[in-house]
């Protein structure tokens, strides 16, 4: 699994690292970020809820905000991140709209804690162009193809070279008087 630290930032104390497990998402993908908090503070903190937001994939529909833009995970018990600890908060799943909002975005996320204001942080989450992706597998069946022209040409020249091997090896012919 490839893992990203794609920011960290601190406030009186408390670092918080964001992970992304791919470098770059295609439109449907699915996607996981982690969340890791360190507190090198002599005071315990209690993480209440983590909210998100994906800047260019916030919709608002009849019902509301589409969640694949806009959410919060708010935590039944509060996850306590005690003093010089680290805690390692529970992936966050998320999955890129297949719809014209399939771009690259900033991704925001705040972290409600018993502190008086959250922790912050926002990062990009890339998204390959539709269009790219597109080409990418019309590259695919390119390099396909000329793997097969390669393979081809390589037993065709040793079928040649074995033609040539064998005439050579043939005994001559020798003409003899009829009688």
Do not use: C
Not at 30 to 50: C, F, L, M, Y
Not at 52 to 70: K, P, R
């Amino acid at each position: 699994m490839l893992s990203i630290v794609i920011g960290s930032v601190g406030a009186n104390g408390v670092t918080v690292h964001v992970n992304l497990d791919k470098v770059q998402y295609e439109s449907g993908g699915q996607g996981k970020i982690s969340i890791t908090i360190r507190n090198t503070s002599d005071d315990p903190i209690e993480v209440k809820n983590v909210s998100i937001q994906f800047a260019s994939w916030m919709m608002y529909t009849v019902d509301g905000w589409d969640e694949l833009g806009n959410w919060t995970v708010v935590y039944s018990e509060p996850i306590t991140v005690g003093s010089n600890k680290t805690v390692a908060l529970e992936d966050i799943s998320f999955t890129v709209p297949t719809d014209g909002r399939a771009t690259s975005t900033y991704v925001y996320l705040w972290i409600y804690t018993n502190k008086p204001s959250p922790l912050y942080q926002w990062e990009t989450v890339s998204v390959i162009d539709p269009f790219d992706q597109s080409r990418l597998r019309a590259l695919d069946n390119i390099v396909m193809l000329l793997t097969v022209v390669a393979i081809l040409a390589i037993i065709s020249a040793i079928i040649i070279a074995a033609a040539v091997f064998l005439s050579g090896r043939r005994p001559g012919v020798t003409w003899q008087k009829e009688e």
